[in-house]
């Protein structure tokens, strides 16, 4: 199934709300094991909460190869691909490496306990 993100989000990928949208409309597709393919075409913005709220937590329940295999990406910008890459990396390796959930858990705690400080 092809999915025009401007048609969900408009022509930038910005909030975690949008990204919430496209990640609600796209897994159940891939827990059927479709084939879903992003076309981002007319995007002119992205950012990581975006991509992270879209794509990171299909890390949790599927591998990297089945999104590999499922997932499609077409029509994206330089910029697009470029935070694309981090939050796969990152969304990746969260999910399978419990040490690195730890640390990153325990770093945003402490972070949001010093932001209640000020």
Same mark, same amino acid.
């Given at each position: 199934?092809? &999915?025009?993100? $401007?048609?969900? #989000? /408009?022509?930038?990928?910005?909030?975690?709300?949008? /990204? $919430?949208? #496209?990640?609600?409309? *796209?897994?159940?597709?891939?827990?059927?094991?479709?084939?879903?393919?992003?076309? @981002? +075409? +007319?995007? /002119?913005?992205?950012?990581?909460? @975006?991509?992270?709220?879209? *794509?990171?937590?299909? @890390?949790?329940?599927?591998?990297?190869?089945?999104?590999?295999?499922?997932?499609? @990406?077409?029509? &994206?910008?330089?910029?697009?691909?470029?935070?694309?890459?981090?939050? *796969?990396?990152?969304?990746?390796?969260?999910?399978?490496?419990?040490?690195?959930?730890?640390?990153?858990?325990? *770093?945003?705690?402490? +972070?949001?306990?010093? /932001?209640?400080? +000020?």
């Amino acid at each position: 199934m092809e &999915i025009k993100i $401007q048609n969900i #989000v /408009g022509d930038n990928c910005i909030t975690r709300e949008d /990204g $919430q949208k #496209v990640y609600e409309l *796209i897994f159940p597709l891939l827990q059927r094991k479709d084939v879903v393919t992003l076309d @981002f +075409n +007319n995007i /002119g913005v992205f950012t990581s909460p @975006f991509l992270n709220s879209a *794509i990171g937590p299909l @890390f949790k329940d599927f591998s990297r190869e089945e999104l590999r295999e499922q997932l499609l @990406f077409v029509n &994206i910008n330089s910029v697009g691909k470029s935070l694309m890459k981090i939050v *796969i990396e990152n969304s990746s390796r969260y999910y399978s490496d419990e040490k690195f959930r730890k640390v990153h858990d325990d *770093i945003l705690s402490e +972070n949001e306990d010093d /932001g209640e400080e +000020n």
